[in-house]
């Protein structure tokens, strides 16, 4: 069955650029959706279709997929991006989510 | 503004059946799909299915034999039946709106604030 990876957890200073991947087979054929979840919430898109952004969204969000990799990148991160993040792509016959990255800004 | 709230018990006993309504206000259900995600207690995010507007259903194959997935247009309400339930059923269980494109379902948009569903004795 269809599996997307993501690393358990990563860390970023303030400001910087934090970086998470998704990996599963043949990713770039597939459409990836990203969430973002804070403790005691239900989470929030932050990018669909690859690359697109909810209007609602800061533009330090962006996303790329190729390949078998799709990234998530946070510009100049702030401290309210701590959270967790989760990849999702649909494939041939069900919605499969990634484990989820834990951010931590410090 | 499209809002989603889950209702239903938050406690269930071991193999009797969790059922669960998703209300749909501030928007209508169509052009979209409607799903139900769970998350077990410091876990991840679990899909367990979707129903579309004209009534078809898609489950994840783990829990295909025990989930069904409704929706009562006339009530904007979309509901998750789940049977033979066990202490690993326990989580928060949210309903999420779906986007679709050309009948495939690529994102979840709008989602409630969860339910947490104990299975306990």
């Known amino acids: 069955s269809f599996e997307l990876s993501q690393p358990p957890s990563m860390s970023v200073s303030p400001g910087r650029t934090a970086t998470i991947v998704c990996s599963g087979n043949k990713l770039r054929n597939k459409y990836v959706s990203w969430y973002q979840q804070k403790p005691g919430q239900p989470p929030v898109l932050v990018i669909y279709e690859d690359d697109r952004r909810p209007s609602d969204v800061p533009e330090r969000f962006s996303a790329s997929n190729s390949g078998n990799t799709s990234t998530l990148t946070i510009s100049e991160t702030q401290a309210m991006d701590e959270a967790d993040y989760y990849c999702?792509?649909?494939?041939?016959?069900?919605?499969?989510f990634g484990g989820g990255t834990k951010l931590t800004v410090l | 503004q499209v809002q989603l709230q889950e209702s239903g018990p938050g406690l269930v006993k071991p193999s009797e059946t969790l059922s669960l309504n998703c209300t749909v206000s501030g928007g209508s259900l169509n052009k979209y799909y409607w799903s139900w995600v769970r998350q077990t207690p410091g876990k991840g995010l679990q899909y367990i299915g979707y129903?579309?507007?004209?009534?078809?259903?898609n489950y994840n194959p783990s829990l295909q034999s025990r989930v069904t997935i409704s929706l009562d247009r006339s009530k904007t309400q979309f509901s998750l039946k789940l049977i033979s339930v066990t202490a690993a059923d326990t989580a928060v269980y949210y309903c999420a709106r779906v986007g679709v494109r050309y009948g495939t379902p690529y994102y979840m948009d709008v989602w409630g604030k969860g339910t947490t569903v104990t299975v306990s004795s």
């Open positions: 999702q792509a649909w494939d041939a016959s069900s919605v499969v």
């Open positions: 129903v579309s507007l004209k009534g078809t259903t």
